[in-house]
Every structure is written in structure tokens, then in C-alpha cells.
Nanobody, 120 residues
Framework: QAQLAESGGGSVQAGESLTLTCTYSGIVFPSLDFNWYRQGPGNERELVAVITSDGTVNYADSVKGRFTISRDNAENTVFLQMDSLKLEDAGVYHC??????????????WGQGTVVTVSS
């Protein structure tokens, strides 16, 4: 059974950086799109960044210019580089590999999440 795991969370001060890692062991990794979501205390879940199977990326306006999503298909890994962290970036970050074609979802899994804490 394929394993999905996030790592890299931690406690940092505002302005510092963290890199989150998402690994998925399934052989379908290269065909999957990957989302990073986050949920802060008392907040709705927010889509932060997306990288598609062909490498197209998109970001929430709140993180544009500060976060970078990338993937290494040879290592079955997706990264979320987070720079210039702000207090509002704190939360639980979840990796979501998925695939949908013409509105039909063929694959959708969620990791347990990794916690990011940002202090002033």
C-alpha cells in the first residue's frame, strides 16, 4: 500500500524559512497533481499552492512571492519552500495528491499534516 507523509514543520520566528516535504510512494506519483493546504486556528482550510503533473504551479495570493512549490518525480517528493514566514502562516499543512479529469476525481488522498508555528 502506498504511503503518504508530510514532514518539515516546526517552530520559527517571523521572517524565517521552512521547507515542507511530501512523499508519496505510489507508482502513479508522476501523474498526480499535488496541493498544499493549510488550516490555522479557527480558520477555514486554505489552498496554498498547487503543482500539476506537468509542473504548472499556482499560489494563493497570500503566499505569492514567498512560497515556492516544486516536485522531484525521481524521488516521489513534493516540496513547499516557505520564506519570510508571517504569523498568519501558522497552521497545519496538509499534502493532497489528487487527479481529476473533466470533473471526475480519480485519485484524492490526504496526509496527516505537519504543524507550522510562527512566533513574533
Amino acid at each position: 500500500q502506498a504511503q503518504l507523509a508530510e514532514s518539515g514543520g516546526g517552530s520559527v520566528q517571523a521572517g524565517e524559512s521552512l521547507t515542507l516535504t511530501c512523499t508519496y510512494s505510489g507508482i502513479v506519483f508522476p501523474s498526480l497533481d499535488f496541493n498544499w493546504y493549510r488550516q490555522g486556528p479557527g480558520n477555514e482550510r486554505e489552498l496554498v499552492a498547487v503543482i500539476t503533473s506537468d509542473g504548472t504551479v499556482n499560489y494563493a495570493d497570500s503566499v505569492k512571492g514567498r512560497f515556492t512549490i516544486s516536485r522531484d518525480n525521481a524521488e516521489n517528493t513534493v516540496f513547499l519552500q516557505m520564506d519570510s514566514l508571517k504569523l498568519e502562516d501558522a497552521g497545519v499543512y496538509h499534502c493532497n495528491p489528487h487527479k481529476a479529469v473533466r470533473g471526475i476525481t480519480y485519485f484524492n488522498e490526504w496526509g496527516q499534516g505537519t504543524v507550522v508555528t510562527v512566533s513574533s
